[in-house]
């Protein structure tokens, strides 16, 4: 069956450490994947995507992700964690149709 | 902001009940998604509607039905509201169905009591 997966229900960094969000995926072949950010009571804002080519996207915010093939995976990273940051975030990926989401990873950010 | 609206923003009524959410899409997509957020279930699809016709369906429930209207705003019509009802709804849209990225509205808040 088709899944994703975020391993990391919710991860806590100190402002200024890195960041990096799991998210793997189980699908016959290569999907369009995403990540998604969703602050408190709002609606979900799009980090990046990857649909081909390079497999390191970058994305808004400071955000990029890396796409390896052989490890089903699309890991979100940031070098420098900001305060604004906190929020939860979302890998998504897209196949024929079929968008499905991972639970999601909540990020605490510690001053 | 993502240029995807949704109306209204908060809406709490009682079982049994029936609503309607609208969602306007971005100017010049073409495809309206809808997509349910429960703590229990996480965000689901529910359905999709291709310049007013159905595209995919999800986890949609048969209480719940949708249509995109000739101007591509869409209406999510649920009825018989239950307890579990209550959830974030989410409308989003894209310019093709199958391949293009998903842009977001701020999602209509329903609490059934």
């Known amino acids: 069956a088709q899944s994703v997966t975020q391993p990391d229900i919710h991860i806590t960094v100190s402002e200024g450490a890195s960041l990096e969000l799991r998210c793997n995926y189980s699908?016959?072949?290569?999907?369009?994947l995403f990540w998604y950010v969703q602050s408190p009571g709002q609606g979900l804002q799009l980090l990046l995507k990857?649909?081909?080519?390079?497999?390191l996207v970058q994305g808004i915010k400071g955000f990029e992700a890396e796409f390896k093939r052989s490890q089903s995976s699309f890991n979100l990273r940031k070098p420098s964690v900001h305060w604004s940051d906190a929020a939860e975030y979302f890998c998504?990926?897209?196949?024929?149709?079929?968008?499905?989401f991972g639970a999601g990873t909540r990020l605490t950010v510690k001053p | 902001d993502s240029g995807v609206t949704q109306t209204p923003k908060h809406l709490i009524t009682a079982t049994g009940q029936r609503v309607t959410l609208r969602c306007s899409p971005r100017?010049?997509?073409?495809?309206v998604y809808w997509y349910q957020q429960s703590l229990d279930q996480g965000l689901q699809f529910l359905i999709q509607?291709?310049?007013?016709?159905?595209?995919a369906k999800g986890n949609i429930l048969e209480r719940f039905s949708a249509q995109q209207f000739p101007d591509l705003h869409s209406e999510l019509n649920l009825s018989s509201l239950e307890l579990g009802d209550s959830a974030l709804y989410f409308c989003?849209?894209?310019?093709?169905?199958?391949?293009?990225?998903?842009?977001f509205g701020p999602g209509t808040r329903l609490t059934v009591l």
């Open positions: 989003a849209s894209s310019v093709t169905p199958a391949t293009d990225t998903q842009y």
């Open positions: 699908y016959g072949a290569t999907p369009y």
């Open positions: 990857y649909f081909s080519g390079d497999t």
């Open positions: 998504a990926v897209l196949n024929n149709n079929d968008m499905r």
């Open positions: 100017s010049g997509d073409l495809s």
């Open positions: 509607y291709y310049n007013g016709e159905e595209r």
